[in-house]
């Protein structure tokens, strides 16, 4: 079955730097990569995705990007800010997955001022 | 905006009680999912249910049942409360209708004692 394998587990930079997290999945059907943010205390959030027929996609500060024949994907954050900080989490969708997630282990951000 | 509630964001129980979980979604959501989180092993799936009355098995089932009968409710439940069952708990939906987009509730994070 799907496999996604998340690094690094934990990512610190200074404010103001970028930061990249990246993910691995091992069943080349999968078509559907999501990322989420989840902020201390609070409930998991997707914060943009990216499908298989795509290579890249930006919103604002943030992007993702696909390699589909190294079957990895990268969430892409600029310019960081404070709120930032959180726990991101990638996932995947195996075929024949009835609508299910595979997901990463989790990265946890810290933003240094 | 989709709302997802769970019965309880605290619960302490006793060892080999039973306990319910309970999971509700407005969004007339196909899927339904409920997931354990722990630190450092992220979102593991303990079941799914894609329709009324159907259920799939997640990676951790073990100790675990589900009900939902009805679309809107999704309930787990610890038939014997162990302590290795302290964790938290999310309950998540997403349409089933060409979106993968898991929408998550706030979490009940349960103690077993």
């Known amino acids: 079955g799907e496999n996604v394998e998340q690094h690094p587990s934990t990512l610190s930079v200074q404010e103001g730097d970028s930061a990249v997290i990246k993910c691995t999945y091992s069943?080349?059907?999968?078509?559907?990569f999501p990322w989420y943010k989840q902020e201390l205390g609070k409930r998991p959030q997707l914060i943009i995705d990216i499908r298989s027929n795509v290579g890249e996609k930006k919103d604002q500060r943030i992007a993702v990007t696909l390699n589909k024949t190294a079957k990895h994907f990268s969430l892409h954050i600029t310019e960081t800010q404070p709120e930032d900080s959180a726990v991101y989490f990638c996932a995947a969708t195996p075929t024949d997955s009835n609508y299910q997630l595979i997901w990463g282990a989790g990265t946890k951000l810290i933003i240094k001022p | 905006d989709v709302k997802v509630t769970q019965s309880s964001r605290y619960l302490v129980k006793r060892t080999g009680e039973k306990v319910f979980l309970e999971c509700v979604q407005d969004?007339?959501?196909?899927?339904m999912f409920w997931y354990r989180q722990d630190p450092g092993l992220g979102l593991r799936l303990i079941y799914f249910s894609y329709d009324v009355k159907m259920k799939e098995k997640g990676d951790i089932p073990e100790g675990y049942s589900v009900s939902r009968e009805k679309k809107e409710r999704f309930s787990l439940i610890l038939e014997s409360a162990s302590t290795n069952q302290t964790s938290m708990y999310l309950c998540?939906?997403?349409?089933?209708?060409?979106?993968?987009?898991?929408?998550f509730g706030p979490g009940t994070r349960l103690t077993v004692t």
């Open positions: 969004m007339d959501h196909e899927n």
């Open positions: 069943d080349s059907a999968s078509n559907y």
């Open positions: 998540a939906s997403s349409s089933g209708t060409g979106s993968y987009e898991q929408y």
